[in-house]
């Protein structure tokens, strides 16, 4: 149990929880550092909202500890944890105004000195003067901006947030997020934010935990996730992958060496999760680029021939569909730089890629097979 | 030519396209008045008409009798006789509905927060266990509740051996009897309402307070109880009027002790055929709850209710 880490570290140790014969969380252990914005990302059922709620109080963990800077918080019941929630659905009270929903937390621990606290708190949000509305007076935006003043408003140690832009369109929730940095950046509070959009959870948190039924399948730094994925689902959820399923026959040199449909790749060492059995040679989509087939690939690179089968323009790319010998279809993006044109459906192509920028995952027999979460060590876990 | 503007046809069109939609609009603002209409021709038949009857019987001269006839004297002096006489029962009435309504709103609240909240799959049946009751006829229930409470009832035993009741203590025929009556036979005008309202409560707001500071007590101080107002006045109001203008309860559990004003103006009515006065009281009655109506709605806040 060792940590020599701030005062403030959240802690997850082994923490379970089951609803009946469902196991929501499986076994979790995890440390989110003092001041981060840390990402909890899943689709939904993975058991992310479940851990936000444990770490919240609202649910019990079945097994496992939760510990707010080394003090074991997981008995503690909600209102007696220095720790708030901005919710999904905002839950803001309905018979109070904007002023009085902000300084309900504030008014539950008697704070003196209320009136100056909340003016502050709706200027940082960007709501002075609307302390005097209702809450169905405000449009959605702006009652997520109330919900997080509600709760930013008493210092919590921790920040919950809830999916808080779900609910929100798509220009806002672009806006909100750029608002939710600034403000975590100038009020230095650990949030842990949970969400399913991984557009979100990459351009706001440090550390972003990829969530899969109940357990954590990768955890790192958004790039480092999105480079290096460790494991196929990863690879998946977060953006896209083009997986080719191979085997490992050996190494060279540095290189890993892997056959997949007769042809041969080789990958270097350091990007591959396993050295050996069935694996999943990866690449993303807009690290592959095409070449008429026949044609020289630049020095480096390995490819593979197929045909165009379908093209769509999305202005700052074109994102191609090749289908290759095999049967397989590979994403290929190019991005729309001007230079060369655009390569019309039933042209023969090969795609290549440069060794560096392909991965190496391992390929499970069934499809309940699993892998321990690969944990950097920035953010190790407990053990 | 506003008329166009709702219609959505261009100001100043060709008046042949201009003629069909005013008509329709037209029929379309005499339709709220027809569809109010039998209930306004209800409301004039069988309430605006003995109202006015009753207010004119109130100010007949107290002299005249059914026999001889009433002559309309304008006798104001009709009300302030009636309650001169009759105030006790006056305050008895309020006394024992608001009692009556105090504890049915200890017993209702839980009971409808438990049936909306954490009854689950058993609401529907809690629901029907609260309303089945009424299939029943009130009289019979009040008579129930006479023989459980009698002398030689097995209750009254109960209470003498536990030494709650004295040996020749008594539960029928006195004030809590009455009061216990009453809880008893209005509770389901104020569990329904309560329920109707908790029902629509939002855990979610439940789990937002506690999630700041807010103490289980204070959760319900803070927000399920202020969200439940509506419901709670609803409730009250349902229960508070008819329970202050019932006479069965206090005939058949209590004495002439423990009359209450419909009591009073049952016998004028039925008894001593003193018509003025006893419309005189029926006024009166009307009067006062009236104004506790409307004392309390501005009280408790909740222009949503009334």
Redesign the interface.
């Known amino acids: 149990m060792a940590n020599n880490g701030p005062a403030g570290d959240l802690r997850l140790a082994n923490v379970t929880k089951r609803f009946g014969i469902f196991t929501a969380v499986d076994d979790l252990s995890l440390t989110i550092p003092q001041g981060s914005f840390f990402a909890l990302l899943g689709a939904s059922g993975c058991g992310k909202t479940t851990t936000l709620r444990m770490v ?3 649910e019990q963990p079945t097994s496992g500890q939760i510990l707010l800077g080394g003090a074991e918080i997981s008995r503690l ?3 007696k944890r220095p ?3 901005v ?1 999904q ?1 905002y ?5 109070l105004d904007i002023f009085e929903n902000v300084a ?2 504030l008014r ?2 008697r704070v003196k000195e209320i009136a100056g606290q909340v003016e502050r708190m709706l200027s940082l949000v960007q709501l002075e003067g609307y302390g005097k509305r209702r809450p169905n007076q405000l449009s959605g935006g702006q009652q997520q901006r109330v919900a997080l003043a ?2 930013l408003i ?1 210092h919590p140690q921790v920040l919950l947030l809830d999916e808080p832009l779900g609910a929100l369109d798509l220009k806002l929730r672009r806006q909100m997020q750029i608002e939710l940095k600034r403000i975590q950046t100038e009020v230095g509070i650990t949030f842990v934010h949970v969400t399913h959009d991984q557009e979100e959870a990459m351009t706001m948190a440090d550390t972003v935990a990829v969530m899969n039924a109940g357990r954590i399948e990768q955890l790192g730094a958004p790039a480092e996730i999105y480079e290096f994925p460790a494991t196929a689902f990863v690879a998946n959820f977060l953006g896209q992958s083009n997986l080719l399923a191979g085997t490992v026959t050996g190494t060279s040199g540095a290189d890993l060496l892997i056959e997949a449909y007769g042809s041969r790749f080789s990958v270097p060492v350091e990007r591959a999760r396993v050295r050996q059995g069935d694996v999943h040679l990866g690449v993303r989509p807009e690290k592959l680029f095409l070449a008429p087939a026949g044609d020289p690939l630049p020095a480096g690179h390995q490819g593979v021939n197929g045909v165009v089968t379908d093209s769509s323009y999305v202005g700052v790319s074109t994102q191609y569909l090749v289908r290759t010998a095999w049967g397989a279809e590979l994403a290929v993006f190019a991005p729309n730089t001007g230079i060369g044109g655009q390569v019309p459906i039933g042209t023969p192509v090969t795609a290549h890629w440069h060794p560096a920028h392909a991965f190496v995952l391992p390929r499970e027999a069934g499809a309940g097979d699993r892998t321990a979460p690969i944990l950097p060590d920035a953010v190790a876990a407990a053990s | 030519m506003s008329v166009l503007s709702h219609v959505g046809a261009p100001v100043g069109g060709p008046k042949d396209t201009v003629r069909e939609p005013v008509a329709g609009q037209r029929r379309r603002r005499l339709l709220p008045y027809l569809l109010l209409l039998p209930g306004a021709l209800w409301l004039a038949l069988f309430f605006a008409v003995p109202a006015v009857q009753l207010a004119a019987t109130s100010l007949y001269d107290p002299a005249g009798s059914l026999d001889l006839g009433y002559a309309m004297t304008w006798a104001f002096g009709n009300y302030p006789d009636a309650l001169a006489a009759y105030w006790p029962q006056f305050a008895r009435s309020f006394a024992y509905a608001g009692i009556a309504t105090v504890l049915a709103v200890l017993l209702g609240y839980p009971l409808a927060y438990a049936i909306a909240q954490k009854a689950g799959r058993w609401k529907n049946l809690m629901l029907v266990c609260v309303v089945a009751p009424m299939f029943t006829s009130f009289l019979l229930r009040t008579l129930a509740w006479k023989t459980i409470l009698s002398d030689n009832g097995w209750l009254v035993g109960l209470l003498r051996d536990l030494h709650l009741l004295a040996p020749d203590g008594r539960l029928l025929a006195t004030p809590a009897a009455v009061v216990l009556g009453l809880t008893y036979n209005f509770l389901p005008f104020m569990v329904l309402p309560l329920y109707a309202n908790l029902e629509r409560l939002d855990y979610r707001l439940l789990e937002a307070a506690s999630d700041l500071y807010a103490s289980p007590v204070r959760v319900f101080r803070r927000v399920t109880l202020p969200l439940s107002m509506p419901g709670l006045v609803a409730g009250t109001l349902l229960f508070f009027i008819p329970a202050s203008g019932d006479y069965i309860n206090a005939e058949l559990l209590g004495t002439p002790n423990e009359y209450m004003i419909g009591n009073v103006i049952d016998s004028a009515f039925l008894v001593r055929l003193d018509y003025p006065q006893a419309a005189a009281l029926s006024f009166l009655f009307m009067a006062v709850i009236l104004a506790i109506v409307f004392v309390y709605v501005r009280r408790a806040g909740t222009d949503e209710v009334v």
Do not use: I, K
Not at chain 1, 91 to 95: D, E, G, I, M, T
């Open positions: 919240a109080g609202l019941r909600p209102y720790v708030n929630t919710f659905s839950a803001l009270f309905p018979h309900f937390g539950r621990r509600r709760a008493n």
